[in-house]
C-alpha cells in the first residue's frame, strides 16, 4: 500500500530562520510528487509538482526537492504570511491519478 | 472568477437525514474528484469521474452517491447521514487521466456537521 509520512507534525519558526520539512513515501511506482499548502478554512493550494529525483522547484522563499525515497520542502528567510499546513501527496503509475496525502505539517512563522 | 466552486460551504444537519454538495468547475478539466478531510487534518480520495464515467471508488459506504450530470460537475449525495460523517468535503478537478502533468485544483472545501 502506497504511504507518505510527513515530519515534523508541527514546526514554529521565527521570522528569518530557514528550515526543511520532510516528506517520505513508499509507492509501487511513483508518476509525480505534488506540494500543497492549506491555509485554515480554504482548499489546498498548489504549490509544485516533482517527476523524478534529482529534480527541484522554486517560487520564492520555497524549494522543493525530490529523492528516489523522500522530498523536502525548503524554506528560506520565513514571513509570518507563509504560516498555514503543507501537504505532500503522490501520483502513482496506473493509480487513476489519485492524490495519496500524508498528514502535513503545521508551519507557523512568529515575528 | 473561482476555478472549482462548492455549495453549501456550511451544512448541519441531523442523523439520518439525506444532504447534497454541489461542485462546479470552469477550468474546463475532464476529471473531477470528491476527498474528505477528517477532524485530523487528513485528505482521503472517495471519488474521481473522467469524463461523466466513474473511475475511482475508494471503499466510501453506498450512503455516498456522486453524480456527474456533465464533466464540468460533480454532486455529491449523502443518504442516512452518521456522527462519523462529519468532515469537510472537497471537490477537485484536473486535466484529463492521460495528461502528462496532472495538478489538482480544489475548491474551498464544505464542512459538514451531523449532530
Known amino acids: 500500500e502506497d504511504q507518505v509520512t510527513q515530519s515534523p507534525e508541527a514546526l514554529r519558526l521565527q521570522e528569518g530562520e530557514s528550515s526543511s520539512l520532510n516528506c517520505s513515501y513508499t509507492?509501487?511506482?511513483?508518476?509525480?510528487l505534488f506540494w500543497y499548502r492549506q491555509d485554515p478554512g480554504k482548499g489546498p493550494e498548489f504549490l509544485f509538482t516533482?517527476?523524478?529525483a534529482g529534480e527541484e522547484k522554486e517560487k520564492e522563499r520555497l524549494k522543493a526537492t525530490l529523492t528516489k525515497k523522500e522530498s523536502f520542502l525548503h524554506i528560506t528567510a520565513p514571513k509570518p504570511e507563509d504560516s498555514a499546513t503543507y501537504l505532500c501527496a503522490v501520483q502513482v503509475t496506473g493509480g487513476g491519478n489519485k492524490l495519496t496525502f500524508g498528514t502535513g505539517t503545521q508551519l507557523k512563522v512568529e515575528l | 472568477d473561482t476555478a472549482v466552486s462548492q455549495t453549501p460551504k456550511y451544512l448541519v444537519t441531523q442523523m439520518g437525514n439525506d444532504k447534497s454538495i454541489k461542485c462546479e468547475q470552469n477550468?474546463?478539466?475532464?476529471?473531477m474528484y470528491w476527498y474528505k478531510q477528517d477532524s485530523k487534518k487528513f485528505l482521503k480520495i472517495m471519488f474521481s469521474?473522467?469524463?461523466?464515467?466513474?473511475?475511482i471508488n475508494e471503499t466510501v459506504p453506498n450512503r455516498f452517491s456522486p453524480k456527474s450530470p456533465d464533466k464540468a460537475h460533480l454532486n455529491l449525495h449523502i443518504n442516512s447521514l452518521e456522527l462519523g460523517d462529519s468532515a469537510v468535503y472537497f471537490c477537485?478537478?484536473?486535466?484529463?487521466?492521460?495528461?502528462?502533468?496532472?495538478?489538482?485544483?480544489f475548491g474551498a472545501g464544505t464542512r459538514l456537521s451531523v449532530l
Open positions: 516533482l517527476y523524478s
Open positions: 469521474y473522467n469524463n461523466k464515467e466513474l473511475i
Open positions: 509507492v509501487s511506482g511513483l508518476r509525480g
Open positions: 477550468l474546463g478539466h475532464d476529471t
Open positions: 477537485a478537478s484536473s486535466q484529463s487521466i492521460g495528461a502528462v502533468k496532472n495538478i489538482q485544483y
